[in-house]
């Protein structure tokens, strides 16, 4: 069985022809080999020099890759949408299960196609369009009601459903077809010695030393909310109250540079820039507080990852954040002013409980937790084709 999986993301790839990518990768295609043996990827793809791939995971296995053309400005979208089309409906047809991955244009135009050649098709729903568009530029919130009915659309004709989130985007997105709520992200628990070192580390946290907070998302993209945490250590600033936020990831920061600059905490902040995966639980054990100052999220792995290593954390009231946070650690998307007041009256006590309570909480992403859960979803979607 011939096995496509389509969506909006990109991998990179460097001059001999090698496959990289960080969201898309290995794990994936030996997740979706569970339904054919040779899975083929159809994606955005950009060329990477040496130096950018070093950053990310290679795929080791023999990934097969259609390249879409790039689709992210009107321009481009009409100029290039026939040959899309005409690649996403050629891929279609040559396989045998489609996996779509929604939002995006490539998965849903895959879905259209899946049903217009009565493929088997799987949807996974991995985010809000609405939220993510709305937040991004003038053309965005123009564009976004319009996505939102699209994807509301092709996730009422999806059978069968994975959502990411316990409840939030299935509220959003509804599907009348057997679905799944189950996060995409899978990490190995971390053994006591991890709340061990936490704890300690706390626990030598002297009241006067200067609190290190970090977030883990890619620099130049608004929605993303970074600017949300130096408004809030500006606020904490004038009143006596000092923090060093790190912020990993993609992109330059140059915007938050300035930003940081005019609101005179230039000095506290720390662009460290795209580390590569291995390194991420280094970043996270060296910090004091993690925080997910989104305007938009599906369910953030980098929060999940933070809670796996019992550091303590803040999240924004949007999308699934609050399904992995308790209520007193939540603020309102963009409200700077109710963070501060949040970082500001917490004390060891309220420390050590968030550690506690986020290594718990991040034990439901055990690989073999989710294994199950996963395989029994497969299964019903595997009997609807293979008995046809």
Same mark, same amino acid.
């Given at each position: 069985?011939k096995?496509?999986?389509?969506?909006? #993301?990109?991998?990179?790839i460097d001059?001999?022809?090698?496959?990289y990518g960080?969201?898309?990768?290995?794990?994936l295609?030996e997740?979706?080999?569970?339904?054919?043996d040779?899975? @083929?990827?159809i994606?955005?793809?950009?060329?990477?020099?040496?130096v950018?791939a070093?950053?990310?995971?290679?795929?080791?296995?023999?990934?097969?890759v259609?390249?879409?053309p790039?689709m992210? @400005?009107?321009?481009l979208?009409?100029r290039?949408? @026939?040959?899309?089309h005409h690649?996403i409906?050629?891929?279609?047809n040559?396989?045998?299960v489609?996996?779509?991955?929604e939002?995006g244009?490539v998965?849903?135009?895959?879905?259209q196609?899946?049903?217009?050649?009565?493929?088997?098709y799987?949807?996974?729903v991995v985010? !809000?369009?609405?939220?993510?568009? *709305?937040?991004?530029?003038?053309l965005?919130?123009?564009?976004?009601?319009?996505?939102?009915r699209?994807?509301?659309?092709?996730?009422?004709?999806?059978?069968?459903?994975?959502?990411?989130?316990?409840?939030?985007?299935?509220?959003?997105y509804p599907?009348?077809?057997?679905?799944l709520?189950? $996060? !995409?992200?899978?990490?190995?628990?971390s053994g006591?010695?991890?709340?061990e070192?936490?704890?300690?580390k706390?626990?030598?946290?002297?009241? !006067?030393?200067?609190?290190?907070? &970090? @977030?883990?998302?890619?620099l130049?993209?608004k929605y993303?909310?970074h600017?949300?945490?130096?408004q809030a250590? *500006?606020?904490?600033a004038?009143?006596?109250i000092?923090?060093?936020?790190q912020?990993a #990831?993609k992109?330059t #920061?140059?915007?938050?540079v300035?930003l940081?600059? !005019?609101?005179?905490v230039?000095s506290?902040?720390d662009?460290? #820039?795209?580390i590569p995966?291995?390194?991420?639980?280094d970043f996270?054990?060296?910090?004091?507080l993690?925080?997910?100052?989104s305007?938009t999220?599906?369910?953030p792995r980098a929060?999940?990852?933070?809670?796996?290593r019992?550091?303590p954390?803040? &999240? *924004?009231?949007v999308?699934?954040?609050?399904e992995l946070?308790?209520?007193?650690y939540?603020?309102?998307k963009?409200n700077a002013k109710?963070?501060a007041?949040?970082?500001a009256g917490?004390?060891?006590?309220?420390?050590e409980n968030?550690?506690?309570?986020n290594?718990?909480?991040?034990?439901r992403?055990?690989?073999e937790r $989710?294994a199950?859960?996963?395989?029994?979803?497969y299964?019903?979607?595997?009997?609807?084709?293979s008995s046809?």
């Amino acid at each position: 069985m011939k096995v496509l999986f389509a969506y909006n #993301g990109r991998v990179e790839i460097d001059e001999h022809g090698r496959y990289y990518g960080n969201e898309l990768n290995d794990r994936l295609v030996e997740r979706y080999r569970y339904f054919g043996d040779q899975v @083929t990827f159809i994606v955005r793809t950009r060329p990477i020099h040496a130096v950018a791939a070093s950053e990310l995971q290679p795929f080791e296995s023999d990934l097969q890759v259609i390249p879409v053309p790039e689709m992210n @400005t009107p321009f481009l979208f009409l100029r290039n949408r @026939t040959v899309i089309h005409h690649k996403i409906k050629h891929a279609v047809n040559e396989h045998d299960v489609i996996i779509v991955r929604e939002p995006g244009y490539v998965g849903r135009i895959a879905a259209q196609y899946a049903r217009y050649f009565n493929k088997p098709y799987l949807t996974e729903v991995v985010g !809000d369009p609405y939220d993510a568009l *709305s937040n991004h530029s003038t053309l965005g919130k123009i564009y976004a009601p319009i996505a939102r009915r699209s994807m509301l659309k092709s996730i009422a004709k999806a059978d069968p459903v994975l959502y990411v989130t316990k409840e939030y985007l299935q509220q959003r997105y509804p599907s009348t077809g057997y679905q799944l709520g189950l $996060s !995409d992200v899978v990490l190995k628990p971390s053994g006591e010695e991890v709340l061990e070192s936490r704890i300690h580390k706390i626990g030598m946290r002297k009241h !006067d030393d200067e609190l290190v907070v &970090g @977030t883990a998302a890619a620099l130049d993209v608004k929605y993303k909310g970074h600017e949300y945490v130096l408004q809030a250590m *500006s606020i904490l600033a004038r009143q006596g109250i000092q923090l060093k936020y790190q912020v990993a #990831g993609k992109g330059t #920061g140059d915007r938050l540079v300035r930003l940081a600059n !005019d609101l005179g905490v230039r000095s506290q902040l720390d662009i460290i #820039g795209q580390i590569p995966h291995g390194q991420v639980f280094d970043f996270l054990d060296n910090i004091d507080l993690y925080i997910q100052p989104s305007v938009t999220e599906g369910l953030p792995r980098a929060l999940v990852e933070a809670m796996s290593r019992a550091c303590p954390c803040l &999240g *924004s009231r949007v999308g699934g954040i609050p399904e992995l946070l308790p209520d007193k650690y939540l603020f309102e998307k963009r409200n700077a002013k109710q963070l501060a007041g949040i970082i500001a009256g917490l004390s060891r006590h309220d420390l050590e409980n968030m550690a506690r309570q986020n290594a718990e909480a991040a034990k439901r992403f055990d690989p073999e937790r $989710s294994a199950e859960s996963r395989l029994e979803f497969y299964d019903r979607f595997k009997r609807t084709y293979s008995s046809q």
